[in-house]
């Protein structure tokens, strides 16, 4: 129900929104926000972190329960042209995952909460339609690199001492959409972007054979993101 609630006020967020703006003769708002050669804002939203796992041999699947997380950041944008931004948008980005292992008794082995603090660096490639009265949709895609500060890479202790551990830096591509509203004193901006691990996070418990992390080949974060920008 939490879950179904955040996305429900979201798409209620937005649907407001378009409605307050589609007007058949509106007032045009911020006409020379888009010809500045930069652009700066900040973001306030909502994640969904979960993982794709990958198996050396058939066994059943770790179960994996997601929960909504925050997310706060900057924005800095430089204009190319009419359709084309470059955005470098480093943020925080909290979340937290529950795995479910099986063939334990003990809920204290079977269970293990991973709790995730990224600092996230993305640059990203926008490409927007031409402008409707005070809205214009978009594409957004890029590369980014995160820092998690949870990670504990580093620490001795691994999952036979209650430690699941995850690698410090991760390389991520993302891809979403939104739409800009021209508003009378700032750009809001409602949108829904993917984020997609391209490396490896696991580090691997000292026993190779390790109930935990032994038929993991590899574990790889994804995401949804729903962000809420003002510029």
Do not use: C
Not at 148 to 173: A, C, I, P
Not at 225 to 230: A, P, V
């Amino acid at each position: 129900m939490k879950k179904w609630f955040f996305i429900s006020l979201a798409i209620l967020s937005m649907t407001t929104t378009l409605n307050a703006q589609f007007n058949e003769s509106p007032i045009l708002n911020k006409q020379n926000e888009d010809k500045k050669l930069l652009n700066w804002g900040y973001f306030l939203g909502l994640n969904q972190y979960d993982f794709k796992i990958e198996y050396k041999e058939n066994a059943p699947d770790i179960l994996v329960s997601k929960s909504f997380g925050f997310n706060v950041g900057l924005i800095g944008e430089l204009r190319i042209n009419e359709f084309l931004d470059l955005r470098f948008e480093p943020g925080l980005h909290y979340g937290s995952r529950l795995m479910g292992f099986t063939g334990f008794e003990d809920e204290r082995d079977a269970i293990r909460e991973v709790k995730s603090t990224y600092i996230n660096f993305p640059i990203l490639l926008k490409a927007s339609t031409k402008r409707f009265g005070n809205f214009k949709p978009f594409l957004i895609g890029g590369g980014s690199r995160s820092l998690n500060l949870g990670s504990n890479e580093e620490s001795l202790d691994d999952n036979s001492s209650g430690t699941f551990r995850m690698k410090k830096w991760v390389y991520n591509y993302e891809l979403g959409f939104g739409i800009d509203f021209y508003l009378e004193y700032f750009k809001f901006t409602p949108s829904i972007r993917g984020v997609f691990a391209i490396t490896d996070e696991l580090v691997p418990d000292q026993d190779p054979n390790s109930p935990w992390t032994g038929n993991i080949e590899s574990l790889k974060t994804r995401g949804l993101f729903i962000n809420f920008t003002f510029e």
